[in-house]
């Protein structure tokens, strides 16, 4: 139950953004989703919510779970990540962090729906009873929501 009340306690801190200088709490409505394909050796699954921090730069906090077999058995494993999109660029910067690992990711994104990337995970726990994820790492990731805010632009010269 305790774990339940921090998650939720967790999820509401997220997507509630403080505006201070007008003194009110305004609670974005449009969620992002996030689906994400990792490959390093074994495959992870993840899906998760994303809040948009920023509009002019594309900054992005997002959690979710991570799905991956080790060892003929499923595990999830909670995530947390940030992401950074430079204003009309083609490439993103994110940092993901679980509670077995640490891993930074660089790559191409397309208007902020579809990013490709690749990473280095790098271990905390590296019990063999539980999922080891360390190395090079592929990625996929779809970005869905209904906040047009959270995309960038298509500009055709």
């Not at 689906?35 to 730069?57: F, M």
């Not at 047009?148 to 500009?155: L, N, T």
Request: proline share 4%; glycine share 6%.
């Amino acid at each position: 139950m305790r774990k339940l009340s921090l998650s939720f306690l967790l999820l509401i801190c997220c997507f509630t953004t403080i505006h201070a200088q007008k003194n009110i709490y305004r609670t974005i409505y449009d969620p992002i989703f996030n689906v994400e394909y990792n490959y390093n050796g074994h495959t992870q699954l993840k899906a998760g919510l994303e809040h948009l921090l920023s509009e002019n730069n594309f900054h992005y906090l997002g959690i979710g779970a991570l799905w991956t077999q080790y060892q003929d058995k499923g595990y999830v494993i909670p995530y947390a990540h940030y992401q950074y999109i430079p204003k009309d660029k083609l490439y993103f910067a994110k940092l993901t962090a679980s509670t077995k690992h640490l891993q930074p990711t660089v790559g191409l994104s397309l208007l902020n729906i579809f990013d490709i990337g690749v990473g280095y995970a790098i271990p905390f726990d590296q019990n063999n009873s539980t999922p080891v994820i360390k190395g090079v790492t592929l990625s996929i990731n779809l970005r869905i929501t209904n906040n047009q805010k959270a995309y960038q632009s298509f500009k055709v010269m």
